[in-house]
């Protein structure tokens, strides 16, 4: 949690650091999908949801784009938390947009592998946008959706551990 000022404030620098960096790091899927890790994972971390994306950056291409797993995990765990995300038609059109552009996913002409992570966080994305709650907020045993790309626990059989 951010109970020093200072480390607050320090974290919100890098928060709008990656999210004025966005359009540049966008040409680069690695890059921008480190930039949505972080940018997640402070988000989640954030008790007095006070990092905000602002409206004009939800029109880059990354967005509108098929979206890859860390962008699926940024839109579940920023439209999970409760809160403004601005005005409210304007953040309907934008939920609507970015449903679409998660959805599209399940219209690709292209073959789709789903793995683990897909099948989590694909309708954790479609429930955070339609109805602003967290319902995945652990959805792999002991771990919660801020950790969920960087491990999944395994049982012997090699079959994740998801309920």
């Given at each position: 949690?951010?109970?020093?000022?200072?480390?607050?404030?320090?974290?919100h620098?890098?928060?709008?650091?990656?999210?004025?960096?966005?359009?540049?790091?966008?040409?680069?899927?690695?890059?921008?999908?480190a930039?949505?890790?972080?940018?997640?994972?402070?988000?989640?971390?954030?008790?007095?949801?006070?990092?905000?994306?602002?409206?004009?950056?939800?029109?880059?291409?990354l967005?509108?784009?098929s979206?890859?797993?860390?962008?699926?995990?940024?839109?579940?765990?920023?439209?999970?938390?409760?809160?403004?995300?601005?005005?409210?038609?304007?953040?309907?059109?934008?939920?609507?947009d970015?449903?679409?552009?998660?959805m599209?996913?399940?219209?690709?002409?292209?073959?789709?592998?789903?793995?683990?992570?897909?099948?989590?966080?694909?309708?954790?994305?479609?429930?955070?946008?339609?109805?602003?709650?967290?319902?995945?907020?652990?959805?792999?045993?002991?771990?919660?959706?801020?950790?969920?790309?960087?491990?999944?626990?395994?049982t012997?059989?090699?079959?994740?551990?998801?309920?």
């Amino acid at each position: 949690m951010f109970m020093n000022s200072q480390l607050y404030r320090g974290w919100h620098t890098v928060w709008n650091t990656l999210l004025r960096g966005l359009p540049m790091f966008s040409n680069v899927t690695s890059v921008a999908d480190a930039a949505l890790i972080l940018l997640g994972n402070i988000n989640l971390c954030d008790p007095l949801n006070n990092f905000i994306v602002a409206h004009d950056a939800w029109d880059l291409r990354l967005f509108k784009s098929s979206p890859s797993e860390s962008l699926l995990r940024f839109i579940s765990g920023y439209f999970s938390k409760k809160g403004s995300h601005g005005d409210i038609r304007d953040v309907l059109h934008l939920r609507k947009d970015l449903l679409r552009t998660v959805m599209g996913l399940l219209n690709w002409k292209e073959r789709l592998v789903f793995n683990e992570h897909m099948v989590v966080l694909l309708p954790a994305a479609v429930f955070s946008l339609c109805a602003g709650s967290a319902c995945f907020a652990h959805c792999v045993k002991g771990s919660p959706l801020a950790y969920l790309l960087v491990d999944i626990p395994v049982t012997s059989d090699d079959s994740p551990e998801v309920y």
